[in-house]
């Protein structure tokens, strides 16, 4: 079996991990993209034409980076004077609005519907002082806390929650004291 990054599960390949949400993202990407262009082209910024080539050869996270960019930088403009802004706020009209409520909407749902690990930033490693400290997934204390566990391969230190609390406090103490 064979797939790319983008493609859509057809009778030879079978749905792979992740593929709900790469597939949503294509879709409000493409979407973004859209409103991108038509809002470009009616301020006289560029024209279709330009579109297409400009979009050949970027990278998604570069893409995705200057879609909304331009989008926030006209925000004020298509609220207010889009053509299609005095439209009502239904799907699959031209109301900018409309279009940014849609995907908010979308986006939101399919968070709901998908299970979202907490994730928390936590301090430095103490024995090796680096950015590694991670809640465990796998062990717990008998009152449900999670133990605090060094991802580094070489260091692998294992801290009760209660122990990490305190070396947490220590820590504020001493920046503390220091400013």
């Given at each position: 079996?064979?797939?790319?990054?983008?493609?859509?599960?057809?009778?030879?390949?079978?749905?792979?991990?992740?593929?709900?949400?790469?597939?949503?993202?294509?879709?409000?990407?493409?979407?973004?993209?859209?409103?991108?262009?038509?809002?470009?082209?009616?301020?006289g910024i560029r024209t279709a034409a330009d579109d297409e080539t400009r979009r050949s050869g970027i990278r998604e996270g570069r893409r995705v980076s200057d879609v909304a960019r331009i989008l926030e930088a006209h925000l004020d403009w298509?609220?207010?004077?889009?053509?299609?802004?005095?439209?009502?706020?239904?799907?699959?009209?031209?109301?900018?609005?409309?279009?940014?409520?849609?995907?908010?909407?979308?986006?939101?749902?399919?968070?709901?519907?998908?299970?979202?690990?907490?994730?928390?930033?936590?301090?430095?490693?103490?024995?090796?002082?680096?950015?590694?400290?991670?809640?465990?997934?796998?062990?717990?204390?008998?009152?449900?806390?999670?133990?605090?566990?060094?991802?580094?391969?070489?260091?692998?230190?294992?801290?009760?929650?209660?122990?990490?609390?305190?070396?947490?406090?220590?820590?504020?103490?001493?920046?503390?004291?220091?400013?």
């Amino acid at each position: 079996m064979t797939a790319t990054i983008g493609a859509r599960a057809t009778s030879t390949t079978s749905p792979w991990p992740g593929q709900a949400a790469r597939l949503l993202t294509e879709q409000v990407l493409d979407e973004m993209t859209e409103l991108e262009g038509d809002v470009l082209y009616l301020r006289g910024i560029r024209t279709a034409a330009d579109d297409e080539t400009r979009r050949s050869g970027i990278r998604e996270g570069r893409r995705v980076s200057d879609v909304a960019r331009i989008l926030e930088a006209h925000l004020d403009w298509m609220m207010q004077q889009h053509p299609a802004a005095g439209e009502p706020h239904d799907r699959g009209n031209g109301n900018p609005a409309s279009q940014i409520r849609g995907w908010h909407g979308t986006l939101e749902r399919f968070i709901k519907a998908h299970q979202q690990y907490d994730v928390r930033k936590l301090a430095p490693c103490p024995r090796c002082k680096g950015p590694y400290l991670a809640e465990s997934r796998d062990l717990r204390l008998i009152d449900d806390r999670p133990y605090i566990e060094c991802r580094d391969p070489d260091c692998q230190r294992i801290l009760t929650s209660a122990e990490y609390d305190e070396y947490v406090k220590a820590l504020a103490s001493g920046i503390s004291r220091a400013a």
